[in-house]
């Protein structure tokens, strides 16, 4: 792991252990760096923690302050952070309700969650379950319960109807190359039932077609972008 991120890592779980005491049971590191597809130019630094109770508003408030990139900069394209209580993780509920939720970085203003459904949160934590990285507390197979492969397939196939909605979009998908990703990592999945990384999602596409969207999509992935 580069050090600036793994410097930045540590620096995020101590700040949470700050603000939430002995509530913070876990943190795990999901995303492009759980599947080795992490690349500092583009990625974003996903996070998700368990917290033993629910969490104030006071420690919720705090959080968004000092989490914020314009306070603790982050060295990656930005910061994906969630927090779950344990409650719903063990035994994993089919639609968890988080705690708190930041995304923040330097080309976006802060988006903040107090609480609720998170499109996308089941897909972390079941990467989570699979292959994330443990940075503190108990690892997440031990903490985070089974995922059926159904219930992934449907989160995979509601990630692909909400990027089509965005394609061209000029936050979320400038290129349309994200949503071609996206799909390419769904359909992976359902011929595998492996949660890969949009690149190899991509590159497995290419292996039984010469799509000509998915190879730009992929080639400009790979540089960068």
Aim: with cysteine.
């Amino acid at each position: 792991m580069d050090e600036r991120v793994r410097e930045y890592v540590d620096g995020v779980v101590a700040l949470c252990q700050e603000e939430m005491g002995t509530t913070l049971v876990s943190a795990w590191l999901v995303g492009s760096l759980a599947t080795g597809d992490f690349d500092l130019r583009r990625s974003d630094i996903d996070v998700v923690l368990a917290s033993a109770s629910p969490l104030n508003a006071r420690v919720k408030k705090s959080l968004a302050r000092r989490l914020s990139h314009s306070h603790f900069p982050c060295p990656a394209h930005g910061v994906d952070l969630l927090i779950y209580s344990a409650a719903e993780l063990l035994p994993l509920a089919r639609s968890p309700r988080y705690e708190f939720s930041i995304s923040s970085g330097v080309d976006w203003d802060d988006d903040v969650g107090l609480g609720g459904l998170y499109p996308g949160g089941l897909i972390d934590l079941a990467v989570a379950r699979r292959v994330g990285v443990s940075i503190f507390g108990p690892p997440p197979v031990e903490s985070v319960g089974h995922c059926p492969p159904e219930w992934i397939l449907d989160e995979l196939a509601n990630g692909v109807r909400w990027h089509v909605t965005r394609v061209h979009d000029p936050f979320h998908d400038p290129t349309g190359s994200n949503s071609v990703l996206n799909a390419c990592r769904a359909l992976h999945f359902r011929s595998s039932g492996a949660l890969v990384s949009k690149t190899t999602g991509a590159r497995w596409t290419l292996e039984g077609t010469a799509e000509p969207v998915v190879a730009a999509a992929l080639a400009e992935r790979e540089a960068g972008g």
